[in-house]
């Protein structure tokens, strides 16, 4: 019995060993072969240069839980802690040094702040350009660089915070709209007025409409996936194709029209009344393309009825060339 258990451990020895062995050897392989791809260019023999290799000035987040324990717990909890699983990506695109770099030499340094990147103090474009070493491929984020906000010197850490986010989603800084309403105050103005999209109500958000991150087109304004105005993603009826269409509709964009923030007017109108928007277009003047209103129907010399009595299809109709029901 007993002798059967000492040759058990021994066995159990004799693998572990065979094990280490296996393992060095494979790490001085890797080592060698890491070695080997930085000094692809060098005609040197490569040599082992393991302290100095990228991948071992990385030490995994559980070393920074060590000292940071209480970062550490509450950052477990936020999207990021995925990143962990990106084995693929290597080292530096998992856990604290995925956004902090390589913590190796902090640690030797007992915590010393010049040997890891620290985002305090560094510039919008240098913070962000780190988040987009990860989100800069993501469709939502692609357009940043050449965005308003980039160019605006507005940065991902305005509006979020890895460790310290305000809200649940998103890791944002403060609630929406509220966050943008704390630089857009003109924004801020139109959504008071008595008739508007209802986002301060939590109906509709800036996000349906823009993209804060930017897009292809202009004023961060999203659009549809086939190039079409993001209007219609809500106000299906208006898009036709009609028979006849109402022509700006479809040149100008709704905005030719409507103040889609906010408006006096409960049909967010620009002008006020109607006729006097439709005549901004349709003058008397023989050289403007849009053409007055002509015929019987307009002869009130007074004062003509609001035109879209009579042309009710205004945004484009399959029956009527002058839009009517
Ligand atoms: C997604 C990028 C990102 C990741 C991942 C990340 N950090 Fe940070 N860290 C930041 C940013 C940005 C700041 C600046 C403060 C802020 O905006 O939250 C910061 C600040 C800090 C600070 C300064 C103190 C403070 O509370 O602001 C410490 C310490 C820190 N991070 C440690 C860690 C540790 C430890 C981990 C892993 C558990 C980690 N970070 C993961 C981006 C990141
Ligand atoms: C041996 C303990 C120790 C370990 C392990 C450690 N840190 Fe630190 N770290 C510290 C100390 C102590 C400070 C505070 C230094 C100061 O205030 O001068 C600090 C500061 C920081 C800061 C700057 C905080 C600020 O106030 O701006 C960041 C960022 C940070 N650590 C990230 C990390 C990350 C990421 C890791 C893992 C790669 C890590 N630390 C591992 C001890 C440690
Ligand atoms: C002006 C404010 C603002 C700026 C600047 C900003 N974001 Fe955002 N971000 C938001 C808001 C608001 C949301 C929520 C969007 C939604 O509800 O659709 C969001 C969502 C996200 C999301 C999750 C949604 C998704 O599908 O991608 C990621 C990731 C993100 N932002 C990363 C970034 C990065 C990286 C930067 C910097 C390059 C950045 N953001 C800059 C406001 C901003
Ligand atoms: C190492 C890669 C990496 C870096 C660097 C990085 N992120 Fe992320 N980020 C991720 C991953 C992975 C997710 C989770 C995506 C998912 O849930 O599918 C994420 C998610 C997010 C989200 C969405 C949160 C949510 O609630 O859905 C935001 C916002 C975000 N990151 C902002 C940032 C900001 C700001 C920075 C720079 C300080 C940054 N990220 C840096 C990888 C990264
Ligand atoms: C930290 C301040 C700040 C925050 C927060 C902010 N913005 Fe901006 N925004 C700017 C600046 C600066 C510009 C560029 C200058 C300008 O056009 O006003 C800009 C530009 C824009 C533009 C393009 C305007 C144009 O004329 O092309 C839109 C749209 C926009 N922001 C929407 C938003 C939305 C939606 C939010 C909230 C998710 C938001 N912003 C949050 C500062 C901010
Ligand atoms: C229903 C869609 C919609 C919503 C919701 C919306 N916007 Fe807009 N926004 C637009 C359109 C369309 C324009 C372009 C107007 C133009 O070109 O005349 C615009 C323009 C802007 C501009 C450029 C300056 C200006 O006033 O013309 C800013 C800044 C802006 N929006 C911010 C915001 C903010 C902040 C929110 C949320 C509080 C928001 N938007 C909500 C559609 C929307
Ligand atoms: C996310 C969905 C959504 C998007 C995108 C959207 N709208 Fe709306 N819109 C609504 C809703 C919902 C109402 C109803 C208003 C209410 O009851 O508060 C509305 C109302 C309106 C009205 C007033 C109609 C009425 O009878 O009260 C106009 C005009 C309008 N939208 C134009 C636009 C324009 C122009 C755009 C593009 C710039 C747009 N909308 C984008 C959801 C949307
Ligand atoms: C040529 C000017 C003009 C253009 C361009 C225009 N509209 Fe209108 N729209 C109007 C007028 C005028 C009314 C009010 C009709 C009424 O009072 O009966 C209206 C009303 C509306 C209404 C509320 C009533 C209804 O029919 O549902 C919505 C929603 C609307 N428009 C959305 C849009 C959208 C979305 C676009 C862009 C695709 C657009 N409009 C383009 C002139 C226009
Ligand atoms: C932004 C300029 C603009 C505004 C505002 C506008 N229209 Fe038009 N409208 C046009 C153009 C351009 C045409 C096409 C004219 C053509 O094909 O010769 C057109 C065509 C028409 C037609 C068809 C008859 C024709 O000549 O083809 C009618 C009817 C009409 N508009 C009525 C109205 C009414 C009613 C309003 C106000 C609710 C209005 N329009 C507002 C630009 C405008
Ligand atoms: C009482 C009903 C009525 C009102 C109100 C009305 N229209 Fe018309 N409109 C008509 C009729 C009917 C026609 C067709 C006339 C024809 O074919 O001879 C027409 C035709 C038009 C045309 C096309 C002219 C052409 O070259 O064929 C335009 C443009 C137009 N109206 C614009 C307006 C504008 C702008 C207003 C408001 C200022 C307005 N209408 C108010 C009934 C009306």
């Not at 790490?27 to 393991?50: D, E, I, L, R, W």
């Not at 474009?125 to 993501?138: I, N, V, Y």
Request: glycine content about 8%; charged content about 15%; aromatic content about 6%.
């Amino acid at each position: 019995m007993s002798h059967k258990l000492c040759h058990q451990a021994c066995r159990v020895l004799l693998f572990s060993a065979l094990c280490l062995f296996v393992a060095l050897v494979f790490a001085a392989g890797q080592a060698s072969q890491q070695a080997a791809g930085k000094n692809a260019q060098s005609t040197s023999a490569p040599t082992v240069t393991a302290p100095s290799s990228e991948a071992s000035k990385y030490v995994g987040a559980e070393t920074c839980k060590t000292c940071h324990e209480e970062i550490y717990n509450a950052w477990e909890k936020t999207p990021h802690w995925k990143t962990t699983l990106n084995i693929k990506g290597g080292p530096s695109k998992q856990g604290c040094e995925g956004c902090h770099g390589p913590g190796a030499d902090h640690v030797a340094g007992g915590g010393d702040k010049t040997k890891i990147f620290v985002f305090e103090g560094k510039s919008r474009q240098e913070t962000s350009a780190r988040c987009l070493t990860c989100h800069g491929e993501a469709h939502e984020q692609s357009h940043f660089a050449e965005s308003a906000h980039s160019s605006g010197d507005v940065g991902c850490l305005d509006c979020h915070s890895p460790h310290h986010a305000k809200e649940k989603e998103f890791l944002l800084v403060r609630e929406q709209p509220q966050l943008c309403y704390g630089c857009h105050t003109s924004a801020k103005a139109d959504f008071a007025k008595p008739y508007h999209h209802r986002v301060n109500e939590g109906l509709v958000q800036c996000v349906d409409c823009h993209n804060p991150h930017g897009t292809a087109t202009v004023r961060q304004l999203r659009s549809l996936p086939s190039g079409d105005a993001i209007c219609y993603k809500c106000h299906v009826d208006k898009q036709g194709p009609f028979v006849y269409e109402h022509v700006p509709v479809k040149t100008e964009g709704c905005t030719s029209c409507h103040s889609p923030h906010g408006s006096t007017n409960p049909k967010l109108l620009n002008v006020m009344p109607v006729n006097i928007l439709c005549l901004q277009c349709h003058t008397f003047s023989t050289t403007l393309t849009a053409g007055g209103p002509i015929g019987p129907a307009h002869n009130q010399s007074a004062k003509y009825q609001a035109c879209t009595m009579c042309h009710t299809q205004i945004h484009g109709s399959n029956f009527s060339d002058v839009f009517f029901k």
